[in-house]
């Protein structure tokens, strides 16, 4: 009597719910209301980057002066010996550590004195 237990099949299991699902509704359309950009989590669960009325971006120069000296965003950071991703953060107009600012800028074939022109004024 070598009987096997009958094996559920593979889209019969219970898929677990999300937790939207379970919210109220209320809950759920406020979840709908809420705007890109200030600081709430998307869907896919990473934070939405900060906006401008928030005070965490700032207006710099560097896409423009990327493009004019026919650069990539990867080749540009290959100079600077940073990452694409940190290139594109900066052009968002995120924050960066003094170290990195004068990486671009030597990469760019500018000098500490040009920082302003690329980066803006500081806090």
């Known amino acids: 009597d070598n009987e096997v237990a009958p094996r559920a099949m593979a889209g019969s299991r219970d ?67 940073v990452s694409t991703l940190t290139i594109d953060r900066i052009e968002r107009g995120l924050s960066c550590r003094m170290d990195t600012k004068r990486k671009i800028l030597e990469a760019l074939g500018l000098t500490p004195v040009d920082r302003v022109t690329v980066f803006g004024e500081d806090e």
């Open 15 to 81: 898929k677990p719910e999300r937790p939207e699902e379970k919210a109220p509704p209320a809950e759920r359309e406020r979840a709908k209301e809420e705007k890109p950009g200030d600081g709430t989590l998307k869907a896919h669960g990473a934070p939405s980057p900060p906006t401008k009325a928030g005070g965490k971006t700032r207006r710099n120069n560097l896409r423009q002066l990327r493009l004019d000296r026919m650069m990539s965003k990867a080749e540009l950071a290959r100079r600077a010996g």
